[in-house]
């Protein structure tokens, strides 16, 4: 026991176990934090946008969104939207509304913004409130309303403030309401919905053309309320009613190269696989199943619990529940060298609920102590080779 002791105190290689320590150190101020509540919401604060995916993985494949197959696909399905009458247009905000009052001289004269709006042709958009504003008469909200809807709530305004009701309204320009056409076209644009319905072979012509070299493995594909409809494009001519699938506002059509998709999806994730991505990462180290890096994901947020079960967990036989760690630096160039640690301590288990709402940061580093049993047993087998190399030296 006399050698062991001076041994552990003499022997400067001893395994050095690393901890969080507050206060400053080593260059770094250091702020411990235990984790509850209040303290999670504080750390969710942090500014953070999650990266997108190219974009070319929100067009959709018969496949689905990430298939890559190997040969060309065999016939496209066809899928139409269903038939739907969408009703009389509604005015909607950027819209811009033209009042046009008769040149009489009367009572009409005091509606001088009215008439200065006919004979200079000037309308009145409809601003972000939905309302427009007449001189005289104050804002009045038509958006939303039909036509003819509108026509009666601006009679009605005009009768309030004593002004002559004799007008008619239109709409001047269609702003509100679109719909976009990309992918394979010659040009890729945003055409309005007017009053008069808008047919796919409008959309198409107004987007100056297809420009598929092949037809049999290309299709049209509209994007409705979160659904996607298929037309086949050798089927699309050779079929007039498939030109006058009617288009809604809001909806989006993209001609779709499925095979050109693939290929393109298949280079993304062999860049993925080869590292050459721009990635964002948490690091996991100390006594965690798997010392590691967590890859943030794609358009959503990942929780504490997300990274640290993905790596295995905690080591049961070495890591302390006690002491589990974030570590996040100050993005603040003012703070360099600033770092927060968020401490769990899960010794009450129910403290675990707290990591699946703990959001991680790019460049965190989840930190899981040792039990002290694990210090004294790596200390010991550190030291234990040169007890017995000093013991067989005495015997000899």
Request: charged letters at 20%; aromatic letters at 8%.
């Amino acid at each position: 026991m006399a050698v062991l002791g001076l041994i552990l105190a003499s022997c400067g290689t001893v395994y050095r176990t690393p901890k969080v320590v507050e206060g400053a150190a080593g260059g770094a101020n250091v702020r411990v934090l235990d984790l509850n509540p209040e303290t999670v919401i504080q750390a969710n604060r942090s500014p953070y946008s999650p990266k997108t995916l190219p974009a070319f993985f929100s067009q959709a494949s018969s496949g689905g969104a990430f298939s890559t197959p190997a040969a060309r696909p065999a016939a496209l399905a066809t899928r139409l939207p269903p038939k739907v009458n969408p009703g009389p247009y509604e005015i909607g905000v950027g819209d811009v509304v033209l009042l046009a009052t008769p040149r009489a001289q009367s009572s009409v004269e005091q509606l001088s913004g009215l008439l200065a709006a006919q004979n200079a042709r000037q309308g009145y958009t409809v601003q972000d409130d939905g309302a427009i504003n007449i001189p005289n008469v104050g804002r009045v909200r038509i958006a939303g309303l039909t036509i003819e809807d509108a026509e009666v709530v601006l009679f009605q305004r005009l009768v309030e403030n004593q002004l002559d009701p004799i007008f008619s309204l239109e709409i001047s320009e269609f702003n509100s309401r679109k719909v976009s056409i990309g992918g394979a076209v010659a040009l890729p644009t945003v055409i309005p919905v007017t009053l008069s319905p808008l047919y796919l072979e409008e959309a198409l012509a107004a987007a100056g053309g297809i420009t598929v070299e092949d037809q049999d493995y290309a299709a049209i594909r509209l994007y409705r309320d979160g659904t996607m409809y298929q037309i086949p494009l050798n089927q699309l001519y050779s079929r007039v009613s498939l030109t006058k699938t009617r288009l809604l506002p809001g909806d989006s059509v993209f001609v779709d190269t499925e095979y050109d998709l693939s290929q393109a999806r298949e280079n993304y994730q062999a860049r993925v696989e080869l590292g050459v991505d721009d990635r964002q990462y948490v690091y996991l180290a100390g006594e965690v199943g798997k010392q590691s890096r967590f890859a943030l994901p794609f358009e959503r947020k990942a929780s504490l619990a997300d990274a640290m079960y993905e790596s295995d967990g905690i080591a049961s036989l070495t890591g302390d529940v006690s002491q589990i760690y974030v570590l996040r630096s100050s993005s603040d160039p003012r703070e360099f060298g600033a770092i927060t640690a968020w401490h769990l301590d899960a010794r009450n288990a129910a403290n675990f609920a707290l990591a699946p709402r703990f959001e991680l940061r790019p460049d965190d580093i989840i930190f899981v102590a040792q039990q002290p049993v694990t210090k004294w047993s790596r200390a010991v087998s550190q030291i234990l080779p040169q007890i017995l190399s000093l013991g067989t030296s005495i015997t000899d």
